[in-house]
């Protein structure tokens, strides 16, 4: 592989003098703060909010980086998985030069990230099993080229990519790839966080919506060599992740056995699921999951989204995306919400 980390960043990138922040700048132990033009007099809540956050999230990234094998360095905190998707368009992509590949049907972010920042989008389809097509990509992909987007498990098909295959892309590919985990944790296959010490072209992207139950904090992880994770903290916003949102999730750092007890319930009831679906004669096909949600083959997608949207049931019509006519992709809910789709089908 001949990767210039260096050389793939845009050069404006490469030359910014970020912004520094007051809370940058110090971070001792003073008593009295008049640096920041924050209200010295506090909020009108029960609790103060009054002082911004702190820009790097420290506490969060030690807690994180114990669990892994990973540096705090090597940790990237952002408002939501989004928020770092974005970045990397900033950091490594010239708009109307550059391009990116993704694996259709897949995150629908990446392309409409790509299309914000003016970045051409390139597509290997996956193949007919929703694998990645190695010479599709390799035929897709050019020397401007700069990030290939790989989800496993991967939206809204719901299956893991081999092992071999992502690490063929990584060791190959001159550019950035970039691994979205944002399901693994429902997932029996190994995380690729571990891996960001061995390549450092490599980019794992998780987040705190799905398995952690908290996508209305808006928080997600990027895991990366310490060079890229710097390139990540010079470029975005210098309050990036709210005061609210760090103490939550440090909060819920300490219930991790609580989440792992939603995860294994999230599972569970998706194999249960998965069984009592493929006995419908209005379902073809559901396919194996290794996510919170399932696609779902049916033999009419439009007719039976809206018979459950009567029924005040919204499921995901993903029937026009490549590869996926006719399917819908739902969700996990609870056993009673599973019950209460289920019934509902039955009516169809
Ligand atoms: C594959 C994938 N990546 C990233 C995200 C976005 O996650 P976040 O809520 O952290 O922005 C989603 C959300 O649905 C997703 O499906």
Same mark, same amino acid.
């Given at each position: =592989?001949?990767?210039?980390? !260096? ?9 910014? =003098? ?7 700048? @110090? ?5 009295? @703060? ?36 990973? /540096? ?36 629908? =972010? ?27 990509? !390799? ?6 080229? /700069?990030?290939? @987007? ?29 691994? *979205? ?9 190994? &995380? ?12 794992? #992207? !998780?987040?705190?919506? /799905? ?14 060599? $310490? ?15 709210? $005061?609210?949102? !760090?103490?939550?999730? %440090? ?8 989440? *792992? ?15 009592? %679906? ?5 379902? +073809? +096909?559901?396919?194996?999951? *290794?996510?919170? @949600? ?5 033999? *009419? ?17 993903? &029937? ?20 209460? #789709?289920?019934?509902?089908?039955? +009516?169809?």
């Amino acid at each position: =592989m001949n990767f210039d980390l !260096q050389k793939i960043v845009r050069e404006n990138i490469r030359n910014l =003098m970020p912004y520094s922040s007051a809370r940058k700048e @110090f971070s001792g132990a003073a008593q009295i @703060f008049l640096d920041a033009n924050e209200n010295s007099f506090g909020s009108p809540l029960a609790q103060n909010y009054n002082r911004y956050p702190d820009p790097l999230q420290t506490e969060i990234k030690e807690k994180i980086a114990k669990w892994n094998t990973v /540096k705090a360095k090597e940790i990237f905190v952002g408002n939501g998985s989004d928020e770092a998707i974005d970045l990397l368009f900033r950091i490594f992509c010239r708009p109307q030069i550059d391009n990116v590949l993704i694996c259709p049907p897949t995150y629908g =972010m990446y392309a409409v990230s790509a299309e914000i920042n003016d970045v051409k989008v390139k597509r290997a389809n996956l193949t007919e099993d929703f694998q990645l097509d190695w010479s599709a990509i !390799q035929n897709e992909s050019d020397e401007n080229t /700069k990030l290939i @987007f790989v989800c496993s498990p991967n939206n809204p098909t719901g299956n893991s990519f081999q092992r071999e295959e992502i690490l063929r892309i990584v060791k190959t590919f001159g550019g950035i790839v970039v691994v *979205d985990e944002a399901y693994v944790h429902f997932s029996p296959e190994q &995380s690729f966080v571990a891996e960001v010490n061995n390549f450092p072209n490599l980019v794992v #992207l !998780q987040t705190f919506s /799905k398995a952690w139950g908290l996508a209305g904090l808006r928080v997600g992880l990027a895991f990366g060599c $310490e060079e890229i994770i710097d390139l990540f903290n010079r470029v975005k916003p210098p309050y990036n992740v709210s $005061e609210i949102a !760090q103490q939550a999730i %440090l909060r819920a750092l300490e219930n991790k056995p609580e989440a *792992d007890e939603t995860i294994a319930k999230i599972v569970a009831e998706r194999e249960k699921l998965i069984e009592k %679906l493929q006995k419908f004669s209005c379902v +073809k +096909k559901v396919y194996p999951s *290794d996510a919170n @949600f399932v696609l779902v083959k049916t033999i *009419d997608a439009e007719r039976i989204y809206n018979f459950l949207l009567a029924e005040k049931i919204v499921v995901r019509n993903r &029937s026009n995306v490549e590869l996926c006519a006719g399917c819908l992709r739902i969700t996990i809910g609870t056993s009673e919400e599973n019950d209460n #789709l289920l019934e509902a089908i039955s +009516k169809i």
